[in-house]
């Protein structure tokens, strides 16, 4: 009678924990980064290793192995994968939609094409003081554009700067709840329900780091997390000892943007390849491009310009004096001509009626491609974007695919899990039931003698 309590007993044990797994899982069925577990159930082998034949005919009883948490190491590296894929398109984009509301929002294009044009009405009537007027004002307006297209891309560049801190101060902060983790794998029971608990806390943070870089984990037996960034060739971040190092941040005048890894004293450089980091890497140079070129275009047309003034007379029959000058940068632009009759319309010798150097300024409207030049600008960030959201698209599709395949074996099923819960409430009623017979059966024997 006590071999049959003993395995009464120990299905009951089994059965009870069985179904609290079972509850368990139905309880964290939408809960994020929860996998699904399951009780491992064992027959009780014969102590002394060999089974008498007594014991072959009634058994020893069922013992609860541990508890086995679903996962798919591929699986679980196609899903960071491709989220660093993502996360590093769509961090670029952002910054690649910046730029394109710089270089539109103060609508410098139009602006020039509107100096270009008040300066053709001079010409039409070079004694007129209403055009002279207007072209003034215009330049003005011109000058204004370069300097607040300039001034949001420096915005741009600032804001820059603050979302790459906040991605370092963010790898710092998971790194660290990551080494604890580790620490707390290396002194947990195996397949319990904490190291279960622990390892879906694991690989959460390790998703919301491939969001910030690429990674490389390795990991060890008891489910301890070794993270290098920038892949596998990529320096080291955090250890599966427990130790994590941090990120620093650079991005020079040109816009390069460089980040490097230090831990145990030891610094090296980080070249993201995926993650909000390497967006970050493509947006800085984009902006630090994109300031350059306007640089460029507004240094030429400021130089050029007033060449042409200097080269003609104006309207008392002066040497043209320079229509612009420039401050610290090439896009701090400001109008310095006074009044609309220095506008050197005629060329050296020619009448108040001459706008044959006006002709030149026109001519320079052509070959300096200041327009041009500007549209271009405009035209090759907007290409670069709508390729950003093109591999986007494509991207998510990839991203959600590798979640779904992960979740197929990881995710909770309801109607599984209820069949399950039905299964082992009857198994665990029927164990009650043979503790019952047993005890039925010994009291039986006992009134018998």
Request: proline letters at 2%; zero cysteines; aromatic letters at 4%.
């Amino acid at each position: 009678m006590s071999d049959l309590l003993s395995v009464g007993a120990s299905g009951v044990r089994a059965y009870q924990s069985a179904l609290t797994t079972t509850s368990d899982n139905i309880a964290n069925a939408a809960t994020p980064g929860y996998a699904r577990r399951t009780a491992t159930l064992s027959e009780v082998a014969a102590a002394s290793g060999r089974v008498s034949q007594g014991s072959a005919a009634t058994g020893n009883g069922v013992v609860v192995l541990g508890i086995n948490r679903a996962a798919d190491a591929q699986r679980a590296a196609a899903v960071r994968t491709s989220g660093a894929d993502l996360a590093k398109t769509e961090t670029s984009a952002t910054w690649l939609q910046g730029i394109e509301s710089a270089l539109t929002g103060n609508q410098l294009g139009d602006r020039l094409t509107s100096f270009f044009n008040a300066a053709k009405a001079v010409a039409a009537d070079p004694t007129a003081s209403t055009p002279r007027a207007a072209l003034l004002e215009s330049s003005g307006s011109v000058a204004s554009a370069f300097a607040a297209t300039a001034r949001a891309l420096d915005q741009i560049a600032t804001d820059l700067d603050t979302t790459a801190d906040n991605a370092t101060t963010s790898l710092e902060t998971l790194g660290a709840s990551l080494a604890k983790i580790n620490k707390g794998l290396a002194s947990v029971a195996p397949n319990s329900s904490a190291q279960a608990q622990l390892l879906d806390q694991r690989d959460q943070i390790l998703d919301q780091l491939s969001a910030l870089s690429d990674i490389s984990v390795v990991t060890d037996t008891s489910g301890r997390a070794s993270v290098n960034l920038g892949g596998a060739s990529g320096p080291a971040f955090v250890t599966a000892g427990g130790d994590v190092g941090y990120v620093t941040y650079v991005r020079a005048a040109t816009g390069t943007v460089s980040f490097a890894v230090h831990l145990n004293g030891n610094s090296a450089s980080l070249n993201p390849n995926g993650g909000a980091l390497a967006g970050i890497v493509d947006g800085g140079q984009r902006i630090g491009a994109a300031r350059t070129e306007l640089s460029r275009i507004a240094n030429d047309f400021v130089n050029d310009v007033n060449t042409v003034q200097a080269a003609g007379r104006d309207l008392d029959g002066n040497p043209g004096a320079a229509l612009f000058a420039t401050g610290a940068t090439a896009t701090d632009i400001s109008v310095v001509l006074t009044s609309g009759r220095g506008i050197a319309a005629a060329a050296v010798g020619g009448g108040n009626r001459d706008n044959s150097n006006l002709a030149a300024l026109e001519a320079l409207r052509t070959s300096g491609g200041y327009e041009t030049d500007i549209s271009g600008l405009v035209a090759g960030n907007a290409t670069a974007l709508d390729q950003r959201k093109t591999v986007a698209d494509a991207q998510n599709a990839i991203h959600d695919g590798a979640i779904t395949a992960r979740d197929q074996l990881t995710g909770v099923s309801l109607d599984s899990e209820a069949v399950d819960l039905l299964r082992y409430q009857q198994a665990y009623q029927a164990s009650s039931k043979v503790i019952q017979v047993a005890r039925d059966t010994f009291q039986t024997i006992l009134d018998i003698r």
